[in-house]
């Protein structure tokens, strides 16, 4: 008996010791890693500042990617993987980190210099029917390295009895579009309206918000509002453009119609550029049958935030949002919301069944990274599920991201949407459920 555990306890030993000898090269060990998590922005023309596309790119700044990675910085991915995961997760496991600490402290070595990193495939065009919807006066980003937040309206003209199959936005200046958010607005023949009249676009930072209505002329002539249908294309640096699952999404389109943006951000610049990022609309004349809708919980939604969303200078402050699902649902996406001093984010629902369905958790809050995360597979909340978010702000001093200085009360100031105000949200995308979607593949 002995014998056999001390050669048990001998083969444990060489597994451990073989491990840590093995000093981990470019090509077998870090190659895949940067493969799958940097390249899709750190590429030729991607979001990144710079390409990670080859050994000699990525050792020229192996220090600064292993601190980093060390420090969480990047990739971006906010959600805390452990709470839940989701499609295209960034985040780099603790043995992939320590892998890049080790190579980097062991002089880089190249390991087998035949093999290549390959770039994300670029897409092949489908064979789809689509059109280019682009701006009719690109924008103006000034060049005084601020962060710029536009109000857009592209309009779009179709011929009848076609619907929208899905909405793929391309953006221009890829290194400074940081996100953009699209709504769909449907204008009714029966009424007046001038939703092609110029202006195209509000530069936020010099309008307030609550005009931005008006000065885009989006309502009708008798200032009642038309029909719009929220978060129809949402982008970030790195997001992939994806369709729904098969059978899932669509939009009706009027006639008379435009993709209302709220808003496009644009990161600082040292100089003027202009911006002609546009938009791919892929026409179907097939009506949606299952058309996505959105529950949108918090400021300016379905249920209140508690308390009122005010933060005190030099406060720390919590608020919850609660919400109960009012029929059988099949998440799509789940969204949440904050501005600059939003420091935590969590959301977890409870069935009527008592069980616990973990929806996102966010320990560092980042403003820049806001994804729309997907679940695996089609998530169900039945009728009757409670949804709780709870959110901590940290309007000190210490918070770098505090947009004043010293610290003021911050607020939601009713909805006004402005960055340096507040907002806590939670929007969720989904369909009313059926049988056998927790088997539907949501990627
Ligand atoms: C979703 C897009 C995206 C992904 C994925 C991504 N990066 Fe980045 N990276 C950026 C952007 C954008 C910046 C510019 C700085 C910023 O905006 O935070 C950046 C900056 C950096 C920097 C410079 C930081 C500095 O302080 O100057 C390094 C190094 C870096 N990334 C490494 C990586 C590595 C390594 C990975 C993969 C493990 C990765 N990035 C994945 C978008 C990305």
Redesign the pocket.
């Known amino acids: 008996m002995l014998h056999r555990i001390i050669f048990f306890l001998i083969c444990i030993f060489c597994v451990v010791t073989c491990q840590q000898k093995k000093t981990p090269n470019f090509s077998e060990d870090i190659a895949p890693?940067?493969q799958q998590?940097?390249l899709?922005?750190?590429q030729q023309n991607?979001?990144?500042?710079?390409a990670?596309s080859n050994y000699e790119e990525i050792a020229s700044?192996g220090q600064?990617?292993a601190?980093?990675?060390q420090h969480k910085?990047?990739?971006?991915w906010p959600a805390d993987p452990e709470y839940t995961h989701f499609i295209g997760e960034?985040a780099?496991t603790n043995q992939e980190i320590e892998t890049?600490q080790e190579w980097v402290k062991q002089g880089m070595p190249h390991g087998d210099s035949s093999i290549q990193l390959v770039l994300p495939n670029q897409k092949k065009e489908e064979n789809s029917n689509y059109i280019l919807v682009k701006a009719p006066k690109p924008f103006f980003i000034k060049g005084d390295n601020k962060d710029h937040f536009f109000v857009a309206k592209y309009p779009i003209q179709v011929p009848a009895n076609t619907y929208i199959e899905a909405i793929e936005f391309v953006p221009h200046q890829v290194?400074l579009v940081h996100h953009m958010n699209a709504h769909l607005i449907n204008y009714a023949e029966s009424k007046t309206s001038n939703p092609f009249k110029a202006p195209f676009w509000v530069d936020q930072n010099q309008q307030e918000s609550q005009r931005i209505h008006q000065a885009l002329n989006l309502c009708y002539e008798d200032g009642s509002y038309p029909v719009l249908t929220p978060s129809v294309c949402n982008y970030?640096?790195?997001?992939q453009f994806s369709k729904y699952p098969n059978g899932i999404g669509g939009f009706s389109l009027a006639k008379k119609a435009v993709l209302y943006i709220n808003d496009i951000h644009f990161?600082p610049s040292p100089i003027d550029v202009t911006d002609s990022s546009y938009f791919k609309i892929y026409l179907t004349n097939k009506a949606p049958v299952r058309p996505v809708s959105e529950f949108q919980i918090g400021t300016l939604g379905l249920s209140p935030v508690v308390p009122n969303l005010s933060v005190p200078p030099n406060c720390i402050k919590t608020f919850n949002i609660e919400f109960t699902v009012p029929e059988d649902i099949s998440i799509l996406s789940i969204v949440p919301h904050m501005h600059l001093i939003g420091k935590k984010f969590k959301s977890y629902a409870i069935k009527p069944s008592g069980d616990t369905v973990r929806l996102v958790a966010i320990h560092d809050w980042d403003f820049?990274?806001q994804y729309f995360y997907r679940p695996p597979h089609l998530l169900k909340l039945p009728r009757g599920s409670k949804i709780y978010v709870e959110a901590m702000y940290d309007n000190t001093a210490q918070n770098p991201n505090n947009p004043f200085s010293p610290p003021q009360t911050i607020s939601d100031r009713n909805g006004s949407m402005k960055t340096t105000d507040e907002m806590l949200q939670l929007i969720l995308t989904y369909v009313p459920y059926k049988l056998g979607d927790e088997d539907i593949s949501n990627e």
């Open positions: 890693i940067i998590k940097c899709k922005c750190h991607g979001g990144g500042p710079f990670l700044k600064l990617i601190h980093v990675v910085i990047m990739p971006p960034l780099l890049i290194k970030l640096p790195g997001s990161g820049r990274w």
